[in-house]
């Protein structure tokens, strides 16, 4: 069976933006998993069988090890699910999954960012 792996900073923002492409690739016969920060949405997900792998990551922080970690992550999961298409949405899922694949074959990769305009609204050095 074909499996894709969604790697997205929150689950709220996987359910508002990325759960109808997940649920259309289940009725296609895919088996699919996420990787993200679990709040409130995490029964939810699973019951749209959805596996669900809680990711620490913290979106603000720029601690290096926390960083680090954060990788370190997106490389296990990846090599434990052997996925055939990684999705990443946002940016540090994106960088993280890019430096990533130094170190994993995959077969496909989607980079997405979204929610830029946070970058154009905020005057924090944090933002840019």
Known sequence: MKKILFIVSEDWYFVSHRLHLATMA??????????SRVSKHQELIRSLDINVINWPLERRSLNPIRELISIYY???TVRTIKPNL???????????????????????????????????RSNRVSAK
């Open 86 to 120: 990684v999705h990443a949405v946002g940016i540090k899922p994106v960088v993280y999954t890019t430096l990533s694949k130094v170190f994993l074959n995959i077969d496909g990769i989607v980079l997405a960012l979204g929610g830029l305009g946070f970058i154009f």
């Open 26 to 35: 289940i009725n296609s016969g895919y088996e699919v998993a996420l990787l």
């Open 74 to 76: 997106v490389i296990r």
